[in-house]
């Protein structure tokens, strides 16, 4: 069975940097695809950022310029570098890998922005 174990998240200062990870148990993405979301308090859970096998991305508005996705050579990591942090990106992050029968979801991460 497939797990997404997130790390990475945390408390930062406006202006600074996160960079969030996901590794799978040993499965490889090999098709599909590979996301971050994330969900402030009161709010409804967002895409962030998400890429596919073919290493195509996709970014939300809001973090275009700031943040990056990307996998490891191994494919079986997804990673958010997040940049230029702001209050607003206060949320709890959570890797996604969605394929045509499944879709699987890690815990989450809190990622706290706060002067």
């Known amino acids: 069975q497939v797990q997404l174990v997130e790390s990475g998240g945390g408390l930062v200062h406006p202006g600074g940097s996160l960079r969030l990870s996901c590794e799978t148990n040993?499965?490889?993405?090999?098709?599909?695809?590979m996301g971050w979301y994330r969900q402030a308090p009161g709010k409804e859970r967002e895409l962030v950022a998400s890429?596919?096998?073919?290493?195509?991305?996709n970014y939300a508005d809001s973090v275009k310029g700031r943040f990056i996705i990307s996998r490891n050579s191994a494919r079986n990591g997804v990673y958010l570098e997040m940049n230029n942090l702001k209050f607003d990106d206060t949320a709890v992050y959570y890797c996604?890998?969605?394929?045509?029968?499944?879709?699987?979801w890690g815990k989450g991460n809190l990622v706290t922005v706060s002067s």
């Open positions: 040993g499965y490889v993405f090999s098709r599909g695809v």
């Open positions: 996604n890998w969605r394929k045509i029968a499944a879709d699987h």
């Open positions: 890429t596919t096998s073919s290493d195509s991305t």
